[in-house]
């Protein structure tokens, strides 16, 4: 019993002690950026979304219609990712990107935002950087910014803070 005990314990360990690392791992990669302007395709795990990957039903959410006259469009995507809890990296011309860590071990995740104002749309990519699986905590996030970036666009569409 002792043996099976020592066993279980050490695997428990090990278990944790491979999770710290992954984290450290996570936590000093770099956004992936863009690849000839577009999002980067997700890659092939289920632990990514994106809207520029048509032709990856597994990976696919919808890209979000482009809001007319919409002022500061890039700083109200910062603003929305940082209530959602995101840290902004990157805010410029057309593209914004943000870290998500996970409370426990702090796993970091991308997010990124792309507008396209010729296709009048906004695509979105989330992503684990490490591991495999993330029992769907991008496609979530994704979901979670959709709403939170509707909400704000009707507050601004009521308040009159269009160009």
């Not at 395709?41 to 990976?59: F, G, I, L």
């Not at 796993?107 to 029992?135: K, M, N, T, W």
Request: glycine share 8%; with cysteine; proline share 7%.
């Amino acid at each position: 019993m002792k043996i099976l005990l020592l066993i279980v314990a050490s695997l428990v360990v090990s278990a944790v002690v491979l999770l710290f690392v992954l984290a450290l791992v996570s936590r000093s990669g770099d956004l992936p950026g863009l690849v000839d302007g577009h999002l980067p395709a997700c890659p092939n795990r289920p632990n990514c979304v994106c809207s520029e990957c048509p032709a990856d039903p597994d990976h696919l959410v919808e890209p979000l219609p482009l809001p007319h006259g919409v002022v500061d469009l890039e700083s109200r995507i910062g603003m929305t990712l940082t209530r959602m809890g995101g840290e902004v990296r990157i805010e410029r011309d057309n593209y914004v990107a943000a870290t998500f860590s996970s409370p426990l071990f702090g796993f970091v995740d991308d997010f990124q935002v792309r507008v396209d104002p010729e296709g009048r749309q906004i695509h979105l990519r989330s992503a684990s950087r490490v591991g495999y699986s993330d029992g769907g905590v991008n496609r979530k996030r994704a979901t979670r910014f959709r709403a939170q970036w509707q909400a704000l666009l009707a507050t601004t569409e009521s308040s009159g803070n269009y160009q």
